[in-house]
């Protein structure tokens, strides 16, 4: 089923995400992790890509696997930085023969090294979701930034790139992770004002290794609230009391994120079923209320 026809009532969604192992070594663990999350019911799966497209076999064997036998419907992200066009029209073929009707179109982290964009490559992920589109009857989604994208200039400019992106093709947005909601909804205030109505899920992260989080979110530019920080601060070497504070913070997140009428909302699982299971134990009168 297409995820643009899953969102289309008023009930409260909530999807989570898993990544593909980096080798085959891990294929099972990732399986098992994905057989647990699926018992949670979610409204979908999404299932990550490797920006260097090592692991896209994977991707769409499990996004397969998710919809085919899990009882879940799935949703298979795809990146184009490190594929030439010839190879990212092979991979939505397979996508096409395994039964995907999703997909979340990317352009990927740019290489470090001079590589991009080589000639046949796709520059935006703008193009590439024109091209998926010109290949069958698949339901687009596609990446945003409430904080703006770090190569952005500036959110004006970053709103207007998406507004162009989303006129490609694209049926529903899910954003980056945020920790102050307020910035979520200052985002949709802009995105909306700009003539954007798509579906917009929130991405909501719970933070199990607060440290770790707190360099990406530096690196990245991702604001961290203070109350977030303290968190980290005060359980970050302790990671049985780390996991259940952010366990903590992503429900309330989500929980203010209903009551102020968001419907669909999707959770970075991470290969992690106790986590997912936490938070949907932590939403059971909620979700449905
Ligand atoms: P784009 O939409 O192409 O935007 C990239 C930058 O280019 C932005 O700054 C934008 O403003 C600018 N831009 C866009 N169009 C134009 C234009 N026409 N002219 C000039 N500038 C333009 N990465 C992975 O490797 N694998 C994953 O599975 C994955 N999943 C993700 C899921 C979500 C929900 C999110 C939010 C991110 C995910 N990423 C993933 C990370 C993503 O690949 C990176 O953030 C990447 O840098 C940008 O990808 P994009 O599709 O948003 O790019």
């Given amino acids: 089923m297409k995820i643009r026809d899953i969102l289309n009532d008023n009930k409260v969604h909530i999807s989570f995400e898993i990544f593909p192992p980096k080798t085959d070594a891990g294929y099972d663990n990732v399986l098992s992790a994905a057989e647990q999350i699926a018992a949670l019911k979610p409204s979908f799966i999404s299932v990550t890509y490797g920006a260097g497209g090592g692991t896209s076999k994977n991707t769409a064997k499990i996004a397969s696997h998710i919809r085919q036998n899990l009882g879940v419907e799935s949703l298979a992200h795809l990146t184009c930085v490190s594929s030439t066009k010839d190879e990212v029209h092979q991979v939505i073929d397979r996508l096409k023969e395994q039964g995907i009707e999703n997909i979340l179109a990317l352009r990927g982290d740019i290489p470090k090294d001079d590589t991009f964009p080589v000639p046949n490559q796709y520059k935006y992920a703008c193009e590439l979701i024109e091209d998926i589109k010109s290949q069958g009857d698949f339901c687009i989604g596609a990446a945003c930034y409430p904080e703006g994208h770090v190569e952005s200039a500036c959110k004006k400019?970053?709103?207007?790139?998406l507004k162009n992106k989303v006129e490609c093709g694209v049926d529903f947005l899910t954003t980056q992770m945020f920790f102050d909601n307020s910035i979520l909804y200052n985002?949709?205030?802009?995105?909306?004002?700009?003539g954007i109505t798509v579906?917009?899920?929130?991405?909501?992260?719970?933070?199990?290794?607060?440290?770790?989080?707190?360099?990406?979110?530096?690196?990245?530019g991702t604001i961290l609230p203070q109350r977030f920080r303290a968190i980290v601060d005060c359980f970050g070497d302790n990671p049985a009391a780390m996991q259940q504070a952010g366990i903590a913070y992503a429900t309330d997140q989500i929980i203010d994120l209903i009551a102020n009428g968001?419907?669909?909302?999707?959770?970075?699982?991470?290969?992690?079923?106790?986590?997912?299971?936490?938070?949907?134990?932590?939403?059971?009168?909620?979700?449905?209320?």
């Fill in 187 to 194: 985002f949709l205030y802009r995105i909306r004002e700009q």
């Fill in 157 to 161: 400019e970053d709103i207007i790139h």
């Fill in 199 to 220: 579906p917009v899920l929130p991405g909501i992260m719970p933070v199990t290794n607060g440290k770790q989080m707190k360099r990406i979110c530096d690196l990245s």
């Fill in 262 to 289: 968001i419907r669909n909302i999707h959770i970075y699982s991470m290969n992690k079923p106790e986590v997912a299971a936490a938070i949907m134990r932590n939403l059971s009168e909620i979700v449905g209320a």
